[in-house]
């Protein structure tokens, strides 16, 4: 089969094209022919050789997939022969989606909605489950307010679904930097006027304002960095932080403290193991209660195509969709 390969941590010219042979799996697992695999910043994360490498247990990338099922071992009674699935990867390692086949356990596959594409299945279980549980854990109580720090991206744009879904008089303000992700923004429903542009000067100033010079009940990190001192400099004393990058800076963590505020460490793959975050997603699409977030369809399995995929995530020029990649 054919198989995008790390070579080295580094840059992307570290990818190389292999044949292989089609794992061998066993009797709790499923080989599920891959038709599309998503991009996830956990996969440049690992190509540079960063924290996420200790997840590694291979040099194929790529945790998010789709695909039909091949075979099945002997154990499993879920799935069938040219069933449609579609799963997260992550317990495997570093992980396998990045080629025309993956061996899974069962018990980390899901069905796919019957009223979305395989692409749009294959870019769903990351951003999905940790919007998801941003909202289950952050105990939303009415007339509350929440900054949103990267909402146009593909949690945050989740993350926007789910809030007015549950929560219709949340007060989210999220900050967008471009034309595009204001318009990605815009077109999940959130007014103009809390669409803050985060060149604006005196950014803190503003942010408040549009909250009615509030500081916020709730605030969720989705990019880190310098950015995250300001997202804590607007949360209210004894807040919710929810931070899903760890990649604030000690001068963020030090505001928190000040704050006495509740730190929620939001990481998907702790959340994976019986799909059942994955499986009530799954339930809210079939059911058309949600809908899925736009993605772009970047291009064929090559290493052209991983490396355009992991360059656009590093320079942030996604545009609010999520890249996915066909087998």
Not at 114 to 119: Q, V, W
Not at 216 to 222: E, F, I, K, P
Not at 248 to 274: C, H, P, S
Not at 288 to 314: D, F, N
């Amino acid at each position: 089969m054919k198989t995008i390969v790390l070579n080295g941590f580094g840059g992307t010219e570290n990818f190389g094209q292999e044949e292989i042979n089609i794992p061998v799996f066993g009797d709790s697992e499923v080989l599920v022919r891959i038709k599309a695999a998503a991009f996830n910043p956990i996969d440049h994360q690992m190509r540079r050789g960063e924290r996420e490498r200790e997840l590694m247990i291979g040099n194929i990338l790529g945790i998010e997939f789709s695909g039909i099922v091949e075979k099945t071992g002997v154990a499993v009674n879920d799935f069938k022969e040219g069933d449609e699935v579609f799963g997260c990867s992550i317990e495997k390692g570093s992980n396998g989606a990045y080629a025309e086949y993956i061996a899974i356990s069962s018990a980390e596959l899901i069905h796919k909605p019957a009223n979305i594409s395989l692409e749009e299945a294959a870019s769903l279980p990351i951003a999905s489950m940790t919007a998801w549980l941003c909202v289950n854990r952050m105990g939303w109580k009415s007339g509350e307010s929440v900054f949103i720090n990267g909402a146009a991206g593909g949690v945050g744009r989740f993350l926007l679904v789910l809030l007015m879904r549950d929560h219709p008089d949340a007060h989210v303000v999220a900050v967008a930097g471009n034309p595009e992700s204001i318009a990605v923004l815009k077109s999940l429903g959130l007014p103009d006027e809390r669409i803050i542009d985060y060149h604006t000067p005196n950014l803190d100033k503003v942010l408040l304002s549009a909250n009615g010079g509030r500081f916020y009940d709730h605030a969720v990190d989705l990019v880190g960095s310098t950015i995250s001192e300001i997202t804590a400099r607007i949360l209210a004393i004894n807040g919710n932080y929810l931070d899903v990058t760890l990649h604030g800076t000690q001068n963020t963590r030090e505001i928190l403290f000040d704050k006495a505020a509740t730190v929620m460490n939001i990481a998907a793959y702790a959340e994976i193991q019986d799909n059942s975050v994955l499986n009530a997603i799954a339930e809210l699409i079939s059911s058309k209660q949600i809908t899925v977030p736009e993605i772009r369809i970047i291009g064929p399995i090559s290493v052209e195509t991983v490396s355009e995929a992991h360059h656009l995530m590093e320079k942030n020029q996604t545009n609010g969709k999520k890249l996915v990649m066909t087998m």
